[in-house]
């Protein structure tokens, strides 16, 4: 999402600089402010709207997240299996990121161990500090 933010406002930039070139060429000064006044509230209006989005609505929080965990190799972790009459069977923790489906969750550790567990029969808790 950032990086789209990112390409709009140098798309933004790019054109409007064009189009200033162009009426500076033609003399125009008072087209020519207008459209840097233009250029400038697009960027602002994008910078605000992207900054409000990722500091104000839960999924962007959970966007950054994501982010945050997909390039610093994970998020510092415990991960407890219990069976199916809560006596706990494992614990794993570390920085790892989790990949789950209907029925199981996936996550390899930081010596590079892969874990798959079926939680069909039990139950797992994964708790992020």
Same mark, same amino acid.
């Given at each position: 999402?950032?990086?789209?933010?990112?390409?709009?406002?140098?798309?933004?930039?790019?054109?409007? *600089?064009?189009?200033?070139?162009?009426?500076?060429? /033609?003399?125009?000064?008072?087209?020519?402010?207008?459209?840097?006044?233009?250029i400038?509230?697009?960027?602002?209006?994008?910078?605000? #709207?992207?900054?409000?989005?990722?500091? /104000?609505?839960?999924s962007?929080?959970?966007?950054? =997240?994501?982010?945050?965990?997909?390039?610093?190799? #994970?998020?510092?972790?415990?991960?407890?299996?219990?069976?199916?009459? *809560? =006596?706990?069977?494992?614990?794993?923790? #570390? =920085?790892?990121?989790?990949?789950?489906?209907?029925?199981?969750?996936?996550?390899?550790?930081?010596?590079?161990?892969?874990?798959?567990?079926?939680?069909?029969? *039990?139950?797992?808790?994964?708790?992020?500090?």
């Amino acid at each position: 999402m950032i990086g789209i933010c990112v390409l709009v406002i140098i798309a933004i930039i790019g054109i409007g *600089g064009c189009i200033a070139w162009m009426l500076y060429e /033609s003399e125009h000064i008072v087209g020519m402010c207008f459209t840097i006044i233009a250029i400038v509230l697009l960027c602002v209006g994008t910078i605000g #709207g992207t900054f409000w989005y990722y500091n /104000s609505t839960e999924s962007g929080k959970r966007a950054i =997240k994501d982010w945050q965990s997909n390039t610093t190799g #994970g998020i510092t972790r415990t991960v407890t299996v219990y069976d199916i009459n *809560g =006596k706990e069977i494992a614990k794993y923790e #570390g =920085k790892f990121d989790v990949e789950y489906d209907a029925e199981r969750i996936k996550f390899d550790d930081e010596e590079g161990k892969r874990h798959i567990i079926y939680y069909t029969t *039990g139950t797992i808790i994964i708790d992020e500090k």
